[in-house]
């Protein structure tokens, strides 16, 4: 009769991780890894939770390589009964599925206000949508693929993103210059739309967020973007009271910096 393996769980603290496409690569990084049963992500605590057989020894020069900083930890002996159920792919690709429309669907909405409303901060929250979206297309567009094909496709996301970033930018300095009169109404009234969307999204990743790839990562984004949706209200209201536009084209710069942000991170992974 064959003895059972003994089971360890290893942490692992990786200071470089704060965005799903982050957490991505390091699930590819130990997915063919024999020794690897499932991870636990905490994308607060910028840690993992490695439950694996053997040595730590095995899969940490996979974690080494990314270049995100990661430090191995304490590891316990545990008991295979203790081993947490991890999702099913296919429930996370449903879930997914339905942040990718969501945010699609609000890009759209969003930038079509935005222009007509004169609004730099819808329009710079509507680009973050698109970010978003991106990030949501590739976790399910890179399913099955090599470790190199995604970290491509990671880096063609930062590309994109970064240049969205660029465009909000350029988009506030032009106003800036030239002036724009935001309607104060349309900027609240459809920031509390994208509110409610993104609030959507957190209730559907809540369910998965202790699932498999970018759950938990995704309900961090999401908290951040539903921050966002609240600055272009408050711009709205500020514009309402105020007259001025500045409230307007400070909610743009910052969201357009929080972009480009993400970008640069994605862009610095190494494979």
């Not at 991780?17 to 690897?36: F, G, H, Q, T, Y």
């Not at 430090?71 to 009964?81: D, I, K, L, Q, V």
């Not at 996301?157 to 935001?182: D, K, N, T, Y």
Request: hydrophobic share 50%; proline share 3%.
């Amino acid at each position: 009769m064959e003895e059972a393996q003994e089971l360890f769980v290893t942490s692992i603290d990786i200071p470089g991780m704060d965005c799903p496409s982050e957490e991505k690569l390091i699930r590819i990084a130990l997915d063919n890894i024999e020794s690897v049963r499932g991870i636990k992500v905490d994308l607060g605590d910028r840690e993992i939770k490695v439950y694996h057989s053997g040595s730590a020894s095995d899969f940490f020069p996979a974690l080494e390589s990314l270049q995100l900083g990661a430090t191995s930890g304490a590891s316990h002996a545990m008991s295979a009964e203790l081993l947490p159920n991890f999702e099913a792919p296919e429930g996370e690709a449903a879930a997914l599925q339905k942040l990718l429309w969501i945010n699609g669907v609000m890009f759209a909405t969003e930038l079509t206000v935005g222009v007509i409303a004169q609004s730099t901060g819808l329009i710079a929250d509507s680009l973050d949508m698109l970010a978003d979206a991106s990030v949501y297309g590739l976790a399910l567009f890179v399913v099955g693929k090599s470790a190199r094909f995604q970290l491509n496709a990671a880096h063609l996301s930062g590309v994109l993103q970064f240049a969205l970033a660029i465009g909000v930018l350029m988009e506030v300095a032009r106003r800036l210059i030239m002036g724009s009169e935001p309607v104060s109404l349309l900027m609240m009234s459809f920031g509390s739309i994208a509110l409610v969307a993104n609030v959507a999204c957190l209730l559907i990743i809540h369910r998965h967020r202790d699932g498999g790839a970018h759950m938990k990562a995704s309900w961090i984004f999401s908290a951040n973007d539903v921050i966002a949706n609240a600055g272009v209200i408050l711009a709205g209201v500020l514009v309402y009271f105020t007259g001025s536009n500045y409230p307007d084209l400070i909610i743009g710069l910052l969201i357009g910096v929080l972009v480009m942000s993400g970008a640069i991170r994605i862009l610095r992974l190494q494979g």
